[in-house]
């Protein structure tokens, strides 16, 4: 089974960073694009961030300059380096990845890609 597990939420400071962490594992054949998504109490999921397989970065205005997004492909992992933190960005963020799986049946591989996401970490900024 395919899994995307999150790392690295807690609480932090107006001012100061937070590092997420977010590694895929199971039966991958490839992992396309993947992203950052968040979402406070009572609002919709919202884009945060998101990067290319090559490495091409696109941010939401909300976090443009204080946000970074990378990956290493060799260990199926997305980071967000969070820094100058704001209250605002309280939130449970969320993984996803554009993913291709694969499973074996009877000796004959099956694919499917699909949108894949991880379980929400909690990021609480405090004033």
């Known amino acids: 089974q395919v899994q995307l597990v999150e790392s690295g939420g807690g609480l932090g400071q107006a001012g100061g960073s937070l590092r997420l962490s977010c590694a895929a594992s199971?039966?991958?054949?490839?992992?396309?694009?993947m992203g950052w998504y968040r979402q406070a109490p009572g609002k919709q999921r919202d884009l945060v961030a998101t990067?290319?397989?090559?490495?091409?970065?696109h941010y939401t205005d909300a976090v443009k300059g204080r946000f970074t997004i990378s990956r290493d492909n060799a260990k199926n992992t997305v980071i967000l380096q969070m820094n100058s933190l704001k209250p605002e960005d309280t939130a449970v963020y969320y993984c996803?990845?554009?993913?291709?799986?694969?499973?074996?049946?009877?000796?004959?591989?099956?694919?499917?890609?699909?949108?894949?996401w991880g379980q929400g970490t909690q990021v609480t900024v405090s004033s």
């Open positions: 996803n990845a554009d993913l291709t799986a694969y499973r074996d049946i009877d000796d004959v591989f099956h694919f499917n890609r699909s949108q894949y």
């Open positions: 990067i290319t397989s090559d490495g091409t970065p």
């Open positions: 199971g039966s991958i054949l490839s992992i396309g694009d």
